[in-house]
């Protein structure tokens, strides 16, 4: 009986490591829970960090690539600030305030080709692929 019980704990606990694995494939009615948090990611030839609340509110920082400018925080290009809903496998950022007031009042989207528990890749309405992980 023991041992009976003792691999229905395994099994249990198999399957809810499984579950919070880090490369789990996010199922698209929870992309809106899932999203929220702190993301790293590439695009262009900038670097950008965004963070992504809960109550539909973003922030984002957005600065060139490169050793000094990741290693020291030279070259600080701006801080963008919105709300952010998704809808399917679009998420729309709309941005209430910039640095660079050319994008401010602006909204924006992608599309959601890929979502890992760790790992975003969104597709800009221009084409390009851009990867963003989860930062700790």
């Known amino acids: 009986m023991n041992m ?4 229905l704990l395994g099994l249990m606990l198999a399957l809810v490591l499984s579950s ?7 199922e698209k009615a929870q992309y809106s829970a899932k999203i929220v948090g702190n993301w790293r990611g590439t695009v262009g030839d900038m670097t950008e960090g965004i963070s992504f609340s809960a109550d539909g509110k973003f922030v984002s920082q957005v600065r060139p690539q490169g050793f000094i400018s990741n290693t020291l925080g030279q070259g600080i290009t701006g801080t963008i600030r919105g709300t952010w809903v998704i809808t399917g496998n679009i998420v729309s950022l709309h941005i209430d305030s910039a640095e660079n007031e050319t994008v401010q009042n602006k909204t ?17 309405s221009n084409g390009e692929t851009s990867t963003f992980v989860r930062a700790i």
């Open 4 to 7: 009976l019980r003792f691999s």
């Open 108 to 124: 924006t989207a992608g599309t959601i080709e890929s979502f890992k528990q760790n790992e975003l890749v969104v597709r800009s």
């Open 20 to 26: 919070c694995a880090p490369d789990a494939t996010v």
